[in-house]
């Protein structure tokens, strides 16, 4: 089918405005007709069904953790971007949409950006309100910090734990819906698939996972607010349960799968130390702010930090980047680390790090104020590492973070099944080839608070006088019986490695070859390692219990085969794609100085991937790029 | 290097909430000291499967003490013997080679076990349920500018609301009470300006909401050393002014039927 | 036609085990429905047990009167101990009647009682059914031998001054000549007996303990939590338990060595009643 991104014409700003007044209301009375399914509860998830329900809207929200607030929004550290202008630097709508799409090195949709930064503003004032509490000045207002990327100061805080204040105070608003009635919500079940009748999406599958019971839910539209597929890495820095089942489910079923192969790796993250870790710890970037990233200049040093002298120190993004210094984008600084450290210059035991020095920022500000902008980080990094960061330089290593790839969506976030939409990191997004660092949960806010709100009206409209499909139709029994006999057959194989190790390897596979440096020969390996160890995965795979109590394994088992099918098309689509752009480069397409070098003529466009079968690859979409208000440029940082 | 230790672990199983549970003991052998504790469950339920042995099921997910789901009883002590540490953040090189760990799940009335490790923790969301958040529908809220917050205020609500929901004050206190939980989430919310308009009642709400589900509290002081973010028993003590206050304001505006 | 989606109030997920253990009471009128609830009873307890407390340490102060021995009132040569007992009885004389102003004070101290142990029993049984028991052992960093076995001390303070009131107050307890209102002649007399010496010891030392927490305990139950009072909290603890410990612990012991004494034969004392004596020479203490 052809990609049409429903972008409103007209200039740049003042589309969303023209859009909210074009596109179909739902008279406030006949809201409550309507029923929406919202998977996922993190900031996306809990601020759409939050919106919705205040709306009138009547929403089932959907989580497969034990509360709303365990969703992985709640790790996000350093903060959140909107064009305030509060630090009087130059901020303005318009410069933060320039930098988002220039960080996204011109692979957005320009419109859903400018849409996203017209709308950051309202996100401050929204969480403001709801008791977020941001740091402040002494005078009792705001404060900003800057961030990666950017050269002004627009990223709003709470200390390093942003990301958890913000999903707390989406989640309260979530559970005071839930307190009026309005939103039902569904704790400890996992949506293990996607029903569609007639092409359309009209509702869901469940796994209860406490009891094993297999539930069918309608509604007229269903939202999938269900994160990012970076634990195809295995180690990444998401948490254990992260997983992309929800949207390849909804992929297998007809919703496109754009840019997969966008994946971002996050510059400072603790280094990995042995084979048994599970994941990789991040530090937040705002740490860049502070500290300079050093290695030493030989390769085989012994000395500790401290011993090194300043000459013998290769403060490499400070050397190569004058203007951004240590505040590069993430994929320039994590190439950058790589590249230094496969040179052989890698700190720490396993020589798999670069250093993250404070020292200098303590000399000029004290430890104290130090300890008062990333205390709890610091304090974070010794539980885990041993060492003390006040005394020795921070180890880091770049570690896969983010996904940019997503469902795709048009420009009211519906998917290419009507009536499926999809809403923070799930979809494609609004950050091209790389996401600047405090825009996700710019993103993940703007979705669930200022877009869906308006846009699902449109679909939900001309529905009006219709009930959702019920879920005796043979659609719901079908697709009830493909999730029971999918459960029973990964019991009953019987094979003699856990989930976790092949989950393991696949891993390594990605990382070695889908990672942060890409060639032709490294992916077709990874298509045909990764195929063959799919196979061998539906062969040989071990699942014990039963599928009558809580059983991790069985719920690891349907994860980790999603992320096998996702690993190879991830392959695929970073394959088709001989350029280098943001957080996808190929070793065949970089400028003389190593920089991504991006083919504006041939892959200015979104690949969006159409499911045909698990023995066929994907069929390429495209949707064309126009960059009308950000020229295209190289990006450069010096 | 990292040293490597061996352990003897006791740890809780339980087929389901239904089921009659047990100490069963097992050996961790060869973990590495960089390892997490969480890890050495991992290695442990690798060599479980490997022997044909259902896996030990256990509350887990971030792994770095921010997403509150982690949480058991690790040699009597809620989240393990370090201070301000979640289960997760844990690391075997605070352990000694040859040592015994009995690890337990979270017991309370109102935690009843789903399986092994793994309790079932919703009254807390109840509370939060009953008041925890502030009227602010979204679309209507002014300028975030418009109400400042003195720094220090804004500093003691961050500090109360750092709590990550894991429970590990309900499991240490020897009266399962919910206070520590309850009142940092109405401290973060009663101190602010925004907070001011529903204090009375979110704290009314939130208070008997609470007593439906936990026990009395009694000043132990435990609950805040089992916190993995080492929250104030201070914010106690203003839910109980806030309460009485709540009770005794005749909130009836003058006027009103 | 189509009929609008209901959705129902209990939103919370079927599989969670959100179910109370007790439900909200039906709300009294103000103040009593402070009382219904757990933070209420402990304002309740807290007050009536700073009223304890304080009646606790007056009636310590009151009773290092033993050690003064005899004095000079009204020209009598009589025991300090006993002059207070019969202030006590005259307290605010004319304005009420002897005896009643006492009266009105003990009862106001059996209602503080009264609702010190209610809200301690009500609150107890929360306690136990709010709990679920742990099979490993417990190490506690915080919560201390004074925290935890408050119910305990509790229970055998009042034994004990229910004991203490029949003995020395209603003279119910045999084993040596009681009257009323001759205050020293029946301290030394109740415990000159090594047994009721033995459990007086043993339960003012529980009653320390007791103490110790429950004043640490009322400054967060009352919500005084200023800073300025962190510093003091344990100090004023402590300081007041461990007074009142000396000072309740000194007179059995004194009593049993001798250091407090009921001679009515010594100084001249005024005989009472029951006893005779040779009156001897005057001391200069005329």
Not at chain 2, 208 to 230: D, L, V
Request: glycine letters at 8%; a negative charge; hydrophobic letters at 40%.
């Amino acid at each position: 089918m052809l990609l049409n991104s429903k972008v409103p014409t007209g200039p740049m700003a003042e589309k969303w405005e023209k859009h909210k007044f074009d596109i179909k209301l739902v008279n406030p009375a006949n809201k409550r007709k309507f029923k929406i399914i919202v998977v996922g509860t993190g900031l996306a998830g809990a601020s759409a069904s939050a919106t919705l329900a205040e709306l009138g809207y009547n929403v089932s929200a959907f989580t497969f953790h034990d509360s709303p607030r365990r969703a992985h929004s709640i790790a996000a550290q350093g903060g959140i971007n909107a064009a305030k202008n509060y630090q009087n630097d130059g901020d303005s709508v318009h410069r933060l949409f320039y930098d988002t799409v220039k960080g996204g090195d011109y692979r957005s949709r320009e419109a859903n950006v400018h849409r996203l930064a017209e709308v950051s503003v309202n996100i401050i004032d929204q969480a403001a309100s709801q008791g977020v509490p941001f740091a402040r000045e002494y005078g009792g207002l705001l404060a900003n910090r800057s961030f990666g990327g950017a050269q002004v100061s627009r990223t709003f805080y709470a200390r390093g734990q942003t990301g958890q204040q913000l999903l707390l105070g989406a989640y309260q608003q979530m559970m005071r819906q839930v307190h009026e009635g309005k939103v039902t919500l569904h704790t400890q079940t996992e949506m293990l698939d996607l029903v569609t009748k007639d092409g359309e999406a009209c509702g869901i599958i469940c796994r209860d996972l406490i009891t094993g019971e297999i539930t069918s839910h309608s509604a007229h539209a269903v939202v999938l607010a269900t994160g990012g597929y970076g634990n195809v890495f295995y180690l990444s820095t998401n948490a254990m349960a992260c997983n992309t089942t929800a949207a390849w489910r909804a992929h297998r079923k007809g919703a496109y799968f754009a840019n997969p192969s966008y994946t971002q790796i996050h510059p400072t993250c603790i280094p990995a130390s042995d084979e048994f870790q599970s994941k990789l710890t991040l530090m937040s970037e705002s740490l860049r702010n502070d500290g300079r990233i050093w290695v030493p200049r030989s390769k085989d040093e012994t000395r500790s930090a401290g011993s090194i002298p300043e000459a013998e120190r290769y403060y490499y993004l400070e050397e190569k980047y004058p203007a951004f210094g240590n505040l590069v984008p993430r994929d320039v600084a994590s190439r950058n680390a790589k590249t230094v450290v496969d040179a052989g210059h890698g700190v720490g035991p396993l020589k798999n790090g670069v250093y993250l020095d404070f020292a200098d920022a303590i000399k000029r500000d004290g430890r104290d104020a130090i300890e008062g902008r990333y205390g709890n980080l610091f304090d974070m990094y010794e539980r885990i590492t041993g060492e003390d960061p006040y005394s020795v330089p921070m180890r880091i290593y770049p570690a896969s973070h983010y996904t940019m790839g997503g469902l795709w969506v048009d420009y009211n976030l519906m998917t290419t099944i009507p009536g499926l939409y999809a809403a923070g990191e799930a979809n494609f997004s609004d950050h091209g080839a790389n996401r600047l660092g405090a825009s996700a949960l710019m993103q993940g806010l703007a979705d669930g608070y200022f877009v869906l709100p308006y846009t699902i009206g449109d679909s939900l409209a001309p529905k009006l006088g219709s009930d959702p499909v019920p879920t005796d139709d043979p659609v719901f029994k079908e697709a009830t019986a493909d999730v029971e006999d999918r459960l029973t057959r990964f019991l009953a194989i019987g094979g003699s490695r856990s989930p976790e190790y092949f989950h393991r390897e696949l891993g390594k596979i990605v990382w070695e070859n889908i990672g942060m440096a890409r060639n032709r020969s490294g992916l077709e390996k990874a298509i045909s390692e990764i195929t063959a160890l799919r196979e061998e995965y539906w062969q040989d795979v071990r699942i014990l219990g039963n599928n009558e109590s809580l059983n991790q394994s069985l719920e690891k088992a349907g994860r980790v085969a999603d992320f096998f099918e996702l690993g190879e098309l991830m392959a695929r689509d970073a394959l088709d794609r001989n350029e280098s752009c943001g957080g996808h480069f190929r070793e065949e397409s970089q400028t003389d100085e190593g920089e991504a070098l991006r083919d504006d003529e041939n892959y200015s466009h979104v690949s969006a991937w159409e499911w045909n079968g698990i023995d066929t690859p994907q069929t390429k979409h495209k949707e064309e790029l126009a960059f009308e208000e950000v020229p295209l440029t190289q990006r450069s940082y010096k | 290097m990292s040293q490597t230790l061996n352990l003897t672990l006791k740890i809780w199983r339980q087929e389901g909430p239904n089921a009659k549970g047990s100490f069963e003991s097992y050996q961790a052998n060869n973990i590495p000291d960089d390892a997490s504790f969480l890890e050495m469950l991992d290695i442990v339920n690798e060599s479980l499967i490997e022997n044909n042995q259902v896996p030990i099921e256990f509350p887990h997910d971030c792994r770095e003490g921010i997403c509150g789901t982690c949480g058991v009883m690790i040699n009597g002590r809620a989240h393990g013997q370090e201070i301000g540490t979640a289960t997760c953040q844990l690391h075997m090189r605070k352990f000694n080679d040859g040592d015994t760990i009995v690890i337990e799940p979270w017991r309370a009335a109102a935690f009843p076990v789903v399986k092994d490790l793994v309790v079932d923790r919703s009254p807390l969301d109840k509370i939060v349920e009953a008041g925890g958040y502030i009227t602010a529908p979204t679309g209507s809220a002014p300028d975030a500018n418009e109400m400042p917050i003195p720094k220090d205020v804004a500093e003691s609500s961050m500090d109360a609301a750092a709590c990550i929901g894991c429970g590990a004050c309900v499991a240490a206190c020897p009266n399962s009470a919910g206070q520590l939980f309850t009142s940092a989430k109405l401290w973060h919310l009663n101190s602010l300006p925004q907070g001011q308009a529903e204090r009375y009642k979110r704290t009314e709400e939130m208070v008997e909401t609470m007593e439906q589900y936990f026990g009395s509290c009694t000043n132990h002081g435990e609950c805040k050393e089992a916190c993995p973010k080492e929250i104030s028993l201070d914010f106690i003590a203003e839910m109980n002014k806030d309460y009485m206050k709540s009770k005794v304001k005749n909130r009836k505006k003058a006027g009103q039927k | 036609m189509t009929t609008p989606i209901v959705t129902t109030n209990n939103t919370m997920a079927k599989n969670s085990a959100a179910t109370p253990l007790r439900s909200k009471p039906k709300q009294l009128p103000f103040p009593l429905n402070l009382y219904q609830t757990a933070v209420g009873k402990k304002w309740v307890m807290a007050v009536t047990g700073l009223m304890l407390v304080g009646f606790v340490f007056a009636h310590m102060v009151g009773n290092l009167k033993l050690y003064l021995g005899v004095v000079t009132h009204h020209g009598e040569r009589i025991y300090d101990a006993d002059v207070y007992a019969e202030f006590l009885r005259n307290l605010l004389v004319p304005i009420f009647p002897e005896t009643v102003f006492l009266w009105i004070l003990r009862l106001g101290l059996l209602a503080a009682v009264v609702l010190h142990i209610h809200s301690a029993y009500a609150l107890t049984r929360m306690n136990i059914n709010s709990n679920d028991r742990y099979e490993s052992k417990r190490d506690w960093l915080a919560a201390n031998f004074a925290s935890r076995t408050m119910r305990y001390s509790g229970t055998i303070v009042l034994f004990y001054i229910l004991f203490h009131i029949a003995d020395l107050t209603l003279g119910l307890i045999p084993g040596y000549d009681w009257h009323h209102g001759a205050v020293q002649s029946n301290v030394v007399g109740s415990l000159s007996n090594p047994i009721v010496a033995a459990f007086y010891l043993v339960a003012n030392v529980l009653l320390t303990v007791h103490i110790f927490h429950g004043i640490y305990s009322m400054f967060r139950s009352l919500g005084l939590n200023n800073p300025a009072f962190d510093k003091i909290r344990q100090g004023a603890a402590a300081g007041i338990s461990g007074l009142i410990l000396l000072g309740n612990v000194s007179f059995p012991i004194a009593v049993l060595t001798g250091v407090v004494d009921y001679d009515v034969c010594a100084e001249g004392v005024t005989a009472s009643e029951e006893n005779s004596c040779v009156i001897e020479e005057s001391h200069d203490a005329a």
